[in-house]
């Protein structure tokens, strides 16, 4: 098996410039952490709010430079902040986005949104362009009658769909999913965690999918790594991560969740039915 | 949109208004194919006396009423192009500073800054006294004191859209920063400096008015300022020769707010519908 993607003792640090009445101070947002994915595995990284996983997921999709440590993709050692990125980097790691409203621009119809990626790093015709971008369209359960529609048009759940189609345009090898999910209704989530698990073994794709939610971290993980304030305190196979954590946070992060795989979520969503 | 636009009543009004102004300055040289500036009769000659020359004369025997359609032509085109400029300057000039952050917005706002201390007309005077008085010059002239608002405004657009994730995103699909700036942040950028323009066209229109009204319009043209200015001189005999060109200032400046309202009102409406 080989490995995607690699991380060795990321740091990154933020400075936040003093005013007149604060001084000038550093925030840890990402303190030394290391991982390895292998190629069509998910690694889950989970953590309460502001333990810096998006930190982490800005820095292994290439958007901010760490201010210290290794990242290494598919072989290759990879600092935006020394060299230029070639496309072909580029195009091997892409991301998905929490909030789906934010993260499609409310300008742009949806074939251009799918084309755009094709049109920046290939020399393709439009045509092409637009034919595997209506291709793709449907693979993520959309139809061609959504092609000239603007985001604006379409449902948190759609819109996630679309992110991940785009995301999917360029073949990446790496996604990185940041709570892809957490922003939807729960019978939604389901479509779309099996949209994405449909996804990777139809394109043999490694997954970094970040959540707070346990119980989608249980569905979809071959392994977990659990952050507290920027720090990787438990990190091993999804089996032995809930069956035996190892951290004082991970134990009560874990008592304090509802069980709720997907199994359970459909019985909750039968029980709000059977309510209703 | 422009349905919601012409239910309210300001809109109606102001767009009226606008509309018979622009259709003077497009009609004027078909209805006074004369130079306006050219002797049209005796001097002086008040309004409603002779029929080809419903408005009267001004001190040097010129047609007022001439004066008036061939003045709304400057005054309309130097307000528009100067708003223009000044927003197409400072759209430019505060994208670059909010997107390229660091040294270079710190630059840019200084300067920014600078121009916004001296008071707009005293910079557009000043100007003007140095490169005499054209029409471009006066455009530019006016422009130098307007920009600075609208490229304040984008400045702090950009600055919150540049960390939205669509932003974000169009780096991961590696699009060039100034692809990303102009294609992506700029257009979500535009509406309320675009809500400003109004303002802009009506603030505009009035410093040109002041600036012919001190003598340093465009001499080769009628405006509305220097046709105040000239009746000045006479005042007290012949009030008409101020007083009509001063509703027409007046007029336009109240059609071009009353536009600008109706539109931002109505565009607020239709967000608030969806
Ligand atoms: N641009 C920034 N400037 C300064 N501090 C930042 C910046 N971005 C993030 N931080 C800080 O870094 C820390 C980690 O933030 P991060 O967004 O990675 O958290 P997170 O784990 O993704 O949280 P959430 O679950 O709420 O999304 C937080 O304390 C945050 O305030
Ligand atoms: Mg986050």
Redesign the interface.
């Known amino acids: 098996m080989s490995v995607i993607v690699e991380g060795k003792n990321i740091v990154r640090d933020y400075h936040v410039p003093g005013g007149l009445l604060k001084k000038a101070r550093t925030v840890h947002a990402v303190k030394g952490v290391s991982f390895s994915v292998e190629k069509g595995k998910t690694l889950a990284i989970v953590g309460e709010s502001g333990c810096g996983k998006s930190t982490l997921a800005?820095i292994i999709?290439?958007?901010d430079s760490a201010t210290a440590g290794d990242l290494i993709i598919e072989g290759q050692k990879v600092d935006i902040a020394k060299a230029p990125?070639t496309?072909e980097m580029?195009?091997k790691?892409?991301?998905i986005?929490?909030?789906p409203y934010?993260?499609?621009?409310?300008?742009q119809k949806i074939g251009d949104v799918l084309a755009?990626?094709l049109k920046?790093?290939t020399d393709m015709p439009a045509s092409e362009r637009n034919d595997r971008a209506m291709a793709m369209l449907k693979k993520v359960g959309l139809g061609p009658e959504h092609f000239n529609r603007y985001p604006?048009m379409f449902s948190g759940g759609q819109r996630q769909r679309i992110?991940i189609a785009?995301a999917l345009?360029?073949n990446p090898s790496l996604l990185v999913l940041d709570e892809p999910v957490s922003a939807l209704d729960l019978s939604v989530q389901a479509q779309v965690l099996n949209l994405l698990a449909d996804l990777q073994d139809e394109f043999d794709l490694t997954y970094i999918f970040i959540s707070h939610d346990l119980s989608v971290v249980r569905y979809i993980a071959d392994e977990v790594m659990v952050m507290y304030y920027g720090e990787a305190v438990e990190y091993g196979t999804r089996e032995a991560v809930f069956s035996n954590p190892q951290h004082d946070y991970t134990k009560t992060l874990f008592a304090a969740t509802p069980r709720a795989d997907v199994d359970s979520i459909r019985a909750r969503i039968a029980a709000k039915k059977a309510a209703a | 949109m422009s349905r919601l636009f012409l239910r309210s009543p300001e809109a109606v009004a102001g767009t009226i208004i606008l509309a018979l102004l622009v259709a003077m300055a497009l009609a004027a040289p078909w209805l006074f194919p004369r130079d306006p500036l050219a002797i049209a009769g005796p001097a002086m000659l008040p309004p409603f006396q002779d029929w080809t020359i419903p408005l009267g004369t001004d001190r040097l025997g010129r047609d007022v009423l001439s004066g008036l359609f061939h003045g709304a032509r400057t005054s309309l085109a130097v307000g528009l192009a100067a708003a223009a400029t000044s927003i197409v300057v400072g759209v430019l000039v505060g994208t670059i500073a909010g997107f390229a952050g660091g040294w270079v917005d710190e630059v840019l706002m200084r300067v920014t800054d600078a121009f916004q201390t001296v008071p707009g007309f005293l910079l557009a005077l000043a100007f003007v006294s140095v490169a005499g008085p054209s029409l471009g010059v006066v455009v530019v002239a006016i422009a130098l004191g307007a920009w600075t608002q609208p490229a304040r405004i984008t400045r702090a657009e950009v600055l919150s859209i540049r960390e939205r994730d669509y932003v974000a995103g169009a780096r991961v699909i590696g699009m060039h920063p100034a692809e990303i700036a102009f294609r992506e942040v700029l257009p979500n950028a535009l509406p309320p400096v675009l809500a400003l323009s109004s303002v802009i066209v009506a603030a505009a229109v009035l410093t040109e008015a002041a600036l012919s009204f001190l003598g340093l319009g465009d001499p080769n043209r009628v405006t509305w300022g220097g046709m105040i200015a000239e009746g000045r001189a006479v005042l007290r005999s012949a009030p008409f020769l101020s007083i009509v060109p001063g509703i027409a200032l007046v007029l336009t400046v109240l059609g071009v707010y009353l536009v600008g309202e109706g539109a931002v009102e109505a565009s607020a409406v239709k967000r608030g519908n969806a």
Do not use: D, K, W, Y
Request: aromatic share 4%.
């Open positions: 800005r999709t290439l958007i990125l496309a580029r195009r790691v892409q991301i986005f929490q909030n934010g993260s499609l621009n409310p300008r755009e990626p920046i790093n604006h992110a785009r345009m360029l």
